[in-house]
């Protein structure tokens, strides 16, 4: 399985980013795929993520600010991140597996810096 993350970057705050993650691999280790995050000093925390054919679940702190969608052809996911904030700066990571919580795979990071 590989999960190849793109799309981090520097972005003012307020400001807007859009994350890819493609994978490749068996159906059931692409089954959910999502985003996890880790700022510097804190335990990597799940942003969100989407199970095929189904809708995605959030983290209450990007609620309403980030939209992941998935193109099942392509097997990719996508993090549309709006309003970002300072605290939103992370390492983001994508993942899949059977179940988002315990992910089998792991895609390498991709820096988000929110600053001015």
């Known amino acids: 399985v590989q999960l190849q993350a793109s799309g981090g970057g520097l972005v003012q705050p307020g400001g807007s980013l859009r994350l890819s993650c493609a994978g490749s691999g068996s159906i059931l280790s692409l089954l959910v795929m999502g985003w996890y995050r880790q700022a510097p000093g804190k335990q990597r925390e799940l942003v969100g993520s989407i199970i095929k054919g189904g809708s995605p679940d959030y983290a209450d702190s990007v609620k309403d600010r980030f939209i992941i969608s998935r193109d099942n052809a392509k097997n990719t996911i996508y993090l549309q991140m709006n309003s970002l904030k300072p605290e939103d700066t992370a390492v983001y990571y994508c993942?899949?597996?059977?179940?988002?919580?315990?992910?089998?795979?792991w895609g390498r990071g991709t820096q988000v810096t929110v600053s001015r």
């Open positions: 993942a899949s597996g059977p179940a988002i919580r315990s992910p089998g795979y």
